[in-house]
C-alpha cells in the first residue's frame, strides 16, 4: 500500500489515540458486601466495564458482618475504595452536609436520566448527589386470597373496607383468624404509614432536621394500630411477646392462613409465600389509604446505592465504571437482580423478564405509589429503637397515645440533634 501524507495523517492520529487511551487508563478499587452469587456477578462486572472503557477494577468483597466497621475505619483514614457499595441508612453517617462522599452530579459520564427525581432525592445529602440507587425496595401489602375467599369477602382496596373485612373474616373463619400482622419494625411502619396518609410529611423534616409531625399527628397515628388491636385485626405486643416474638413467615397460622396479611418489603415475596400450605395463594395489592389520605405514603428507599469517593485519584474513570454496572449492557447483564431489581430504567428494561412475577408485581406498585421523600435516619438504630420501644409500652398500657407521641418526638430529636 501506497504511505501517503493521507496515510500519515491517520496512522498519527491513531498512535495519538492509543497513547491517549493508554495514559487514561487507570487502576480502581470497588468495595461491596455479599454473598457469593453477588460476589461472582460483580467481580464478572468489572471485568467486563473495566475492559470496555480500559480500567482495571480490583474488588474488595466481604459478608454484611463487619462492612460498616471497616467502612468507617477507611473513610476516617480516607483510604476508601473508589466505588463504594454504601448501606442507604449509613448516608448520615458519612455524609450529613453532602461532603462525605464525591458529587456525583459534577462527575461526566453518569446519565442520571434513568433515574426518577425521587431516587435521586433519596441518595442525596444537603442536596448533594452521594450514591445511585441501585435497587429500590418498598412497604408492600401482601394478602392471602384463600383466606378472604374463604370468607366471602373481597380483598379490601381501604383501610375502611379493610376493617369492614375483618369483622366479616372472624365472624365466618373464627376469632383466632386475623386479618393482618403488625409487630416491632412492622407495626412502626403502619404508624408512619398512617401518619403520612394523613399528613403527606416524612417523619424528618430535611430543613430543620427535626420531627416534621406534631404530636397530635403522631398520637392519630398510633392511635390507628390501637384500633388494628381492638378489632381483632393484630395480635397485640402482649401475645406475639408470650409467644416468643417468632417471626411470621415461621408461624404455623401464617402457613395455614389463619393470619391473613402483612406490610413486608416487595421484595420478601418469596420468603413469606413459600412457606403457606398447599392451595394458599399470596398476592401483593396497592396501597390500603386512610379516609381523607393526602398521598399514598409509600416507604420507598434505595436498598442500597453506590457512591464515589470524594478522595479518589481517579473519580472521573470510576464514574465510566458506575455507569457501566448500572446503566450499560455489559454491566447490566453481569450484574443481573443480585442486588434486586435494578433501580436504574436501563437495567429495569433490559432485565424486564428476570425475577419472580410476584416480586415484579409488588415492586411495581412501590414505584408507582406516592408518598415524600423518605429520610434516611427514619432507619437510625438508635431512633428506631426509641420508635419500637415507646409503642412496646403503648400496647402494654404503661402509655397512653399521647404519652407515647410526646416520648417519641422527644427522643428522636435529640437523636437528630446529634447531627446539626
Not at 453517617?93 to 435521586?120: H, K, N, V, Y
Not at 398500657?397 to 440533634?417: C, K, P, R, T
Request: glycine share 10%.
Amino acid at each position: 500500500m501506497k504511505f501517503n501524507h493521507l496515510s500519515a495523517a491517520l496512522f498519527g492520529t491513531a498512535l495519538t489515540a492509543l497513547t491517549l487511551s493508554a495514559a487514561e487508563a487507570e487502576e480502581l478499587r470497588m468495595s461491596w458486601w455479599g454473598g457469593e452469587s453477588r460476589h461472582i456477578a460483580t467481580q464478572k462486572g468489572l471485568e467486563l466495564c473495566g475492559a470496555k472503557h480500559g480500567h482495571v477494577v480490583k474488588g474488595e468483597f466481604t459478608g454484611f458482618d463487619g462492612y460498616l466497621e471497616k467502612l468507617t475505619t477507611q473513610m476516617a483514614g480516607s483510604t476508601e475504595a473508589d466505588i463504594m457499595q454504601v448501606n442507604w441508612p449509613w448516608l448520615p453517617l458519612f455524609s450529613r452536609d453532602g461532603t462525605g462522599f464525591a458529587d456525583l452530579r459534577s462527575l461526566p459520564g453518569i446519565d442520571l436520566g434513568q433515574w426518577s427525581e425521587a431516587d435521586l432525592a433519596s441518595g442525596s445529602m444537603n442536596g448533594v448527589l452521594q450514591g445511585l440507587s441501585v435497587s429500590t425496595t418498598g412497604r408492600a401489602f401482601f394478602f392471602n386470597v384463600t383466606t378472604f375467599e374463604k370468607a366471602g369477602v373481597a380483598i379490601p382496596t381501604s383501610w375502611a373496607e379493610f376493617f369492614e373485612a375483618t369483622r366479616a373474616v372472624k365472624e365466618k373463619l373464627g376469632a383466632d383468624t386475623y386479618t393482618f400482622n403488625a409487630v416491632k419494625e412492622t407495626a412502626q411502619l403502619l404508624v408512619t404509614l398512617a401518619v403520612v396518609q394523613k399528613t403527606g410529611k416524612d417523619m424528618v423534616d430535611p430543613a430543620s432536621n427535626r420531627v416534621a409531625w406534631t404530636v397530635e399527628e403522631l398520637a392519630e397515628g398510633i392511635g390507628f394500630l390501637g384500633k388494628l388491636v381492638e378489632t381483632g385485626a393484630i395480635r397485640s405486643q402482649k401475645e406475639e411477646a408470650s409467644d416468643g416474638n417468632v417471626n411470621l413467615f415461621e408461624k404455623p397460622a401464617w402457613a395455614a392462613g389463619k393470619i391473613a396479611g402483612s406490610y413486608e418489603w416487595d421484595s420478601t415475596y418469596a420468603k413469606y409465600a413459600d412457606p403457606l400450605q398447599d392451595g394458599q395463594v399470596l398476592k401483593p395489592v396497592p396501597m390500603l389509604k386512610i379516609d381523607g389520605a393526602v398521598t399514598d405514603g409509600v416507604y420507598r428507599k434505595p436498598s442500597m446505592v453506590f457512591a464515589i469517593s470524594a478522595n479518589s485519584k481517579h473519580p472521573e474513570a470510576a464514574a465510566q465504571i458506575l455507569n457501566c454496572l448500572l446503566n450499560e449492557p455489559e454491566g447490566i447483564a453481569a450484574l443481573g437482580t443480585s442486588r434486586g431489581l435494578p433501580a436504574s430504567k436501563a437495567a429495569a428494561a433490559q432485565l424486564a423478564n428476570e425475577g419472580e412475577p410476584e416480586v415484579r408485581a409488588a415492586n411495581a406498585i412501590v414505584m408507582a405509589s406516592s408518598g415524600p421523600t423518605v429520610s434516611p435516619f427514619n432507619e437510625h438504630p438508635e431512633i428506631r429503637g426509641i420508635f419500637i420501644d415507646t409503642l412496646e409500652e403503648f400496647a402494654y398500657g404503661q402509655l397512653d397515645a399521647q404519652a407515647a407521641a410526646e416520648q417519641i418526638v422527644d427522643g428522636v430529636n435529640d437523636v437528630l440533634s446529634n447531627f446539626d
